[in-house]
């Protein structure tokens, strides 16, 4: 469903509770080959409240050097493990006809964690739409418009929520306000999980 002119749409209860179950073990599975790492921001060095992971040719990371994408994990060098099927089969669905996303950032929010206002503009192509699906606690997601400052819209993000930043509002700034601890029975500790799918090449 179109929620904006500007070209965000929001599939609410996009997948049944037996997709996501699927979507949280294929997640987990990888943590190992790609473990979880702190961002920090890029002038202050301070610590972000959300840990992160990806799958893909390339990741999203920020650090003193600032955000970029990098083909490695930051703390093991390794290559990010592959895009599980699952989660590209989203997609698959919703942007048949948009090329492959080659990144999958991966944000795991404990119930304190929260995402300041930002653009998503590390990617080579801004005409290729982000992808974002929500798993466990429910958030408080706040959108506004192409210049910091404007007028912003919330709502809420459930578990099995599909996302999508398109047209305008690919560049639209968006962040998350807050968690909504034990909304949600999806995550054993409980929590939020996002996965967002872009293509960064
Ligand atoms: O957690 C979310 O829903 C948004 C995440 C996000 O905006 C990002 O990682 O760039
Ligand atoms: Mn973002």
């Known amino acids: 469903?179109?929620?904006?002119?500007?070209?965000?749409?929001?599939?609410?209860?996009?997948?049944?509770?037996?997709?996501?179950?699927d979507m949280v073990a294929a997640v987990r599975s990888l943590l190992n080959a790609a473990p979880l790492y702190t961002p920090t921001m890029p002038r202050t060095g301070k610590s972000m409240s959300v840990r992160m992971t990806n799958f893909g040719k390339t990741g999203w990371m920020s650090d003193?050097?600032?955000?970029?994408?990098q083909v490695n994990h930051p703390d093991t060098g390794a290559p990010w493990p592959d895009i599980p099927e699952s989660i590209l089969s989203v997609w698959?669905?919703?942007l048949p006809d948009q090329p492959l996303p080659d990144?999958?950032?991966?944000?795991?929010?404990?119930q304190d964690a929260k995402m300041g206002l930002h653009q998503d503009r590390d990617e080579q192509d801004f005409s290729v739409p982000v992808l974002s699906i929500s798993l466990g606690d429910t958030a408080l997601f706040r959108l506004g418009g192409t210049k910091r400052g404007g007028k912003t819209?919330?709502?809420?993000?459930?578990?099995?929520?599909?996302?999508?930043?398109?047209?305008?509002?690919?560049?639209?700034?968006h962040g998350i306000d807050r968690i909504y601890p034990g909304t949600s029975q999806l995550l054993k500790n409980g929590g939020?999980?996002?996965?967002?799918?872009?293509?960064?090449?």
């Open 1 to 21: 469903m179109l929620i904006r002119p500007g070209g965000t749409e929001l599939y609410t209860d996009y997948l049944s509770l037996a997709a996501q179950t």
């Open 64 to 69: 003193h050097k600032g955000y970029r994408y």
């Open 92 to 94: 698959r669905d919703l």
């Open 103 to 110: 990144a999958c950032l991966v944000n795991f929010y404990d």
């Open 153 to 173: 819209q919330s709502f809420r993000l459930s578990s099995g929520d599909v996302m999508l930043l398109r047209g305008e509002d690919r560049l639209a700034f």
């Open 192 to 201: 939020r999980i996002n996965v967002t799918l872009r293509k960064a090449l």
